[in-house]
């Protein structure tokens, strides 16, 4: 089966950006260089075809019901417009996806992770049974496209029939651009303040070309993971799978066990403290721990592994995110990792490893 | 691709050039492409005896870990400082080197030939050039 296509793609192409198969997708990796746009994210403003999550909206009188019955986190208390993050989880309180739910005045968005759109679609069938509500999956006929950094404020001036930059963090607000339907939210995965858009597909190569023409920099997936990577953003896959609940992986937030019942509340509340935690690392020198390499604790015991780890260049430090023991979780435990067979040293540092100057 | 037609290449993308029974080594330019900006380098130390086709060294970008791959039997006889950090002198690496220049200034090591060892096996510029076509790049 070959992968999908986003209405970006021949614009990637053309414009020279490595491709690579992503969730079912072919995606840009990068164009000019991970560093350069990683760097014009977090100094200026950066453009991501992020086309490949999956949108599904789910109205009907039972939709609110029908989301608060699988979503960790609050719905009901939810303001029109307004943004959420939470997870999806199994009976056990493993994670099914980490996804955010839009909420309007007629019903509600979700946006999920492109290698999970099959089972969430399939997740939703399954629990829809009984319940008055419509599922549409809009994903294949909406592009979606994220500009993040400190000048995406002044990019988005005048493009669309109403104010973005008006919006609140974590808000969103159906407007026009050239008289076209579309859904700006002030949301991103990049730990910079930005505005992500739902637009038609038709118009989606003109809301991209209009952000490159205003200076925005292209950037692809990888620049996407160093910059999630150092606002400790989790990734589905690596940090969040079925077998990790959101209390290990340090999303105990975006869980409300007071909220009425869900899928994996009472496993969620059940949770005991002697799973493996999420934490952040600090590698000494400049060489990366990557997925999968293995922690030992002072005793040389087995302490944990690593999900996600790079040369990370805007702090110009090798970082990583692990799941380690319990007891071993606290700022300041030195530990070694081992990659390729030579020991680095590595520290317990606080989460995130970047935050940005308000 | 430019591959200078002096040098020989070997199959996981490094060159060589024979100078005597010297033989200097890099990385090619399409190496330097695929991995993009060099993070990390390690090499080995000087006496260290290589084997070909075996690591020597590596190799890190961003997003990527390689090893790097001795094209020939001999010993380390010098290393490209310039590429590694000096902690004693408070020198950081310079691997911008193998990104601006990887057939030039951004070397990696010389190697001493082993007694009777050639570069015979080594692709010429025009095989390396079919290999770079025929994997589709």
């Known amino acids: ?358 | 691709m430019n591959n200078p037609p002096e040098l020989r290449y070997s199959p996981t993308h490094e060159w060589a050039k024979l100078d005597g029974d010297i033989v200097t080594v890099g990385i090619t330019a399409f190496a330097v492409e695929q991995l993009t900006e060099p993070t990390f380098l390690e090499l080995p130390a000087v006496g260290k005896a290589l084997t070909a086709g075996k690591a020597f060294g590596i190799i890190e970008s961003v997003k990527s870990t390689s090893d790097l791959n001795s094209p020939v039997n001999g010993t380390v006889i010098e290393r490209n400082e310039t590429l590694l950090e000096d902690k004693a002198k408070r020198r950081s690496a310079d691997l911008s080197l193998v990104n601006d220049d990887p057939f030039g200034k951004g070397w990696m090591v010389k190697i001493k030939l082993a007694p009777g060892a050639t570069l015979d096996h080594l692709l010429t510029a025009a095989q390396y050039d079919a290999q770079l076509a025929s994997e589709g790049h």
Not at chain 1, 46 to 75: C, W
Not at chain 1, 93 to 99: A, F, P, S
Not at chain 1, 134 to 157: C, F, N, R, W, Y
């Open chain 1, 1 to 358: 089966m070959s992968n999908l296509r986003t209405p970006l793609y021949q614009w990637h192409v053309d414009h020279k950006a490595r491709m690579v198969p992503f969730g079912g997708w072919d995606m840009p990796v990068q164009y000019a260089g991970i560093t350069a746009e990683h760097k014009a994210v977090r100094s200026g403003a950066g453009l991501f075809d992020i086309s490949h999550m999956a949108r599904i909206s789910i109205g009907g009188p039972d939709a609110l019901a029908f989301l608060e019955g699988l979503f960790t986190n609050s719905v009901a208390s939810m303001k029109n417009d307004q943004v959420r993050y939470g997870l999806l989880c199994n009976e056990s309180g493993g994670i099914l996806d980490d996804i955010l739910v839009y909420r309007w005045p007629y019903g509600f968005s979700v946006v999920v992770n492109a290698s999970n759109r099959l089972k969430i679609l399939a997740w939703f069938e399954k629990h829809r049974v009984g319940k008055n509500i419509e599922i549409v999956d809009q994903t294949d006929h909406t592009a979606m496209i994220a500009i993040q950094g400190p000048k995406s404020v002044e990019l988005v001036a005048g493009l669309f029939d109403d104010d973005v930059s008006k919006l609140k963090y974590y808000y969103a607000m159906p407007t026009l651009y050239c008289r076209q339907q579309c859904v700006v939210s002030r949301t991103g995965y990049t730990g910079e303040d930005g505005f992500e858009v739902i637009v038609s597909n038709e118009y989606a190569l003109s809301v991209w070309d209009e952000f490159i023409k205003r200076g925005a920099v292209p950037c692809g997936l990888g620049a996407r993971d160093t910059l999630r990577l150092e606002a400790a953003m989790p990734l589905y896959g690596h940090e969040l799978n079925e077998e990790i609940n959101p209390i290990q992986a340090g999303l105990g937030w975006a869980v409300k066990l007071d909220k009425g019942d869900f899928i994996g509340r009472a496993a969620l509340a059940a949770a005991d403290a002697t799973k493996p935690v999420r934490v952040g690392l600090e590698i000494e020198g400049k060489r990366a721990a990557r997925e999968g390499s293995a922690l030992l604790d002072a005793d040389n015991q087995p302490a944990g592994t690593i999900t996600s780890g790079s040369f990370c260049p805007w702090l110009d430090k090798s970082i990583a995110m692990a799941y380690i023991r319990p007891e071993l979780a606290s700022v300041g435990t030195p530990l070694d990792v081992d990659v390729r067979g030579s020991t680095l040293n590595a520290t317990v540092v606080p989460l995130p490893f970047y935050k940005r100057t308000k």
